[in-house]
């Protein structure tokens, strides 16, 4: 089992920046593959932003060059740095831990959200 907080939410003005960051507890952080979601209300939930345990990371079109996701095991935090926010940009984002064994067992564990809002 494993346990995520998300912190680091908030209202911006559009071009302004946040870092979210996402505390792990329970099991081994270091194995999953970590990534941020979001959902606009009426919207479904899209992927923002993954971070495999190797350290490779993948962006949608829609953030890529704006947004930067990272890692530190030691701290089993996953952040999210967001540049040169958008209105559209607002939404609840959420920090997700994933894995599969070897035995293709999936482990899918979800944080309770966090607000982010652009507006002026």
């Known amino acids: 089992q494993v346990q995520l907080v998300e912190s680091g939410g908030g209202l911006v003005q559009p071009g302004g920046s946040l870092r979210l960051s996402c505390a792990a507890s329970?099991?081994?952080?270091?194995?999953?593959?970590m990534g941020w979601y979001r959902q606009a209300p009426g919207k479904q939930r899209e992927l923002v932003a993954a971070i495999t345990s190797g350290g490779s990371t993948n962006y949608p079109d829609s953030v890529k060059g704006r947004f930067t996701i990272s890692r530190d095991n030691a701290k089993s935090t996953v952040y999210l740095q967001m540049n040169s926010l958008k209105p559209e940009d607002t939404a609840v984002y959420y920090c997700?831990?994933?894995?599969?064994?070897?035995?293709?067992?999936?482990?899918?564990?979800w944080g309770q959200g966090t607000q982010v809002t652009v507006s002026s």
């Open positions: 997700n831990a994933y894995r599969r064994n070897l035995r293709g067992h999936e482990y899918d564990y």
């Open positions: 329970g099991s081994i952080f270091s194995i999953f593959v």
